[in-house]
Every structure is written in structure tokens, then in C-alpha cells.
């Protein structure tokens, strides 16, 4: 007999252009594509016993849609960059609070020491934290910061 073993599974999100990285703006995103960001996190997430169940979307309602449908998917946490979507979007905001599912904000630059408008994260209310300023680390340390909150 085998017991069957839980795998914690984390919703990651990212949010409008992040499907640009490495094209775009590289010296505030840098160089790394998010093909590449998503492989580092897929092994980290290895290394941890954690599945990631990943989304980029352009599109608001997508993103609130996998959000709403997050406990139904057995999504234990979420990590998300909503990018330019975290200055705007009282729906994303709305519905991080009403799954009540803990969820990570990251960016890849520092959003408090950019545009007057980017430094307002109407997301980062209803999230455990943030990490900002880091680049891909931003990320990583993301993940990891979520792992260990559903591994308490």
C-alpha cells in the first residue's frame, strides 16, 4: 500500500505585457524572457513538492475569472504580478479578498521608485506581501515567500 501524497498546488499570474519580457523595455524589465521566468519557477517549485498552475493575461476579466475559480481548482495560494493592472484594478483586488486564498504581489522593478501613478498597488492590500525591485529574483523569492505559507 502507498499513501498518497498532497501536492500543494499555487496559482501564478501575470498580468498585461508581461508576455513581452526580454522584448520590451529592457533596462526597467530586463532581458529574461517569461518562458524563462516560468521554467525557475516550475523548478523551484520541484524542489518543494508544489505544482504551479500558470496564467499570462492581457485581459482583466480572465485574470478575475481564474482568481474566483481558484478554490475550486484546489489552488492552496496565489502568486500574481498584475502589472499594469495593480494601479487600476478594483476587480483583481476584489477578487484576491473574496477567495480568501493567500496571494503574493511581485514586480519585476521597484513601483515606488517610478511614474507618481505606478506607486499606488490597490492589489497589495489583500495580499500577505510584496516583493518588488528584484527582477526575476522578485519572483523567486515570491514563490518561496508562498511556499512557505502553505507549508506552515
Known sequence: MSAEVSVSKILVIHGPNLNLLGQREKDIYGQTSLDKI???LTELAKKHNV???ILQSNHEGEIVDAIGGAKANHISA???NPAAYTHTSVAIRDAIAAVEIPAIEVHLSNIYSREDFRRTSLIAPVCRGQISGFGVGSYLLGLQGTIDLIKR
Open 78 to 80: 496565489i502568486l500574481i
Open 51 to 53: 505544482t504551479l498552475e
Open 38 to 40: 516560468n521554467g525557475m
